[in-house]
Nanobody, 125 residues
Framework: QVQLVDSGGGLVQAGGSLRLSCAAS????????MGWFRQAPGKEREFVAV????????NYADSVKGRFTISRDNAKTTAYLQMNNLKPEDTAVYYC??????????????????WGQGTEVTVSS
């Protein structure tokens, strides 16, 4: 089991940057793939980015490629989402999630059994 705590959200102007953090409890953090999802008002939760257990593989939603970077520090048991050139359409509650799917990374909500509580990101135009 792993417990996740999201932080780092806030209000930012379009074109600005934020870095989200996901602090994990437990000694087995390095065995989990970590994902970021977001949910805008009235919309379903959607995949944003994923990083595998070692940090050697990443993947991104097309909407954030080139602007967002996912990373992790296994020594600090923390995952990050660096968000640059933010747009109003990035406004959402962002959630980190974890899975131990060694056969793949995970791109859907159902792939992740463990979730953070969410952190709100608002991008003004």
């Amino acid at each position: 089991q792993v417990q996740l705590v999201d932080s780092g959200g806030g209000l930012v102007q379009a074109g600005g940057s934020l870095r989200l953090s996901c602090a994990a409890s437990g000694r087995t953090f390095s065995s989990y793939n970590m994902g970021w999802f977001r949910q805008a008002p009235g919309k379903e939760r959607e995949f944003v980015a994923v990083i595998n257990w070692s940090g050697g593989r990443t993947n991104y939603a097309d909407s954030v490629k080139g602007r967002f970077t996912i990373s992790r520090d296994n020594a600090k048991t923390t995952a990050y989402l660096q968000m640059n050139n933010l747009k109003p359409e990035d406004t959402a509650v962002y959630y980190c999630a974890a899975n131990r799917n060694f056969g793949g990374l995970g791109y859907t909500v159902g792939d992740y059994p463990f979730w953070g509580q969410g952190t709100e990101v608002t991008v003004s135009s």
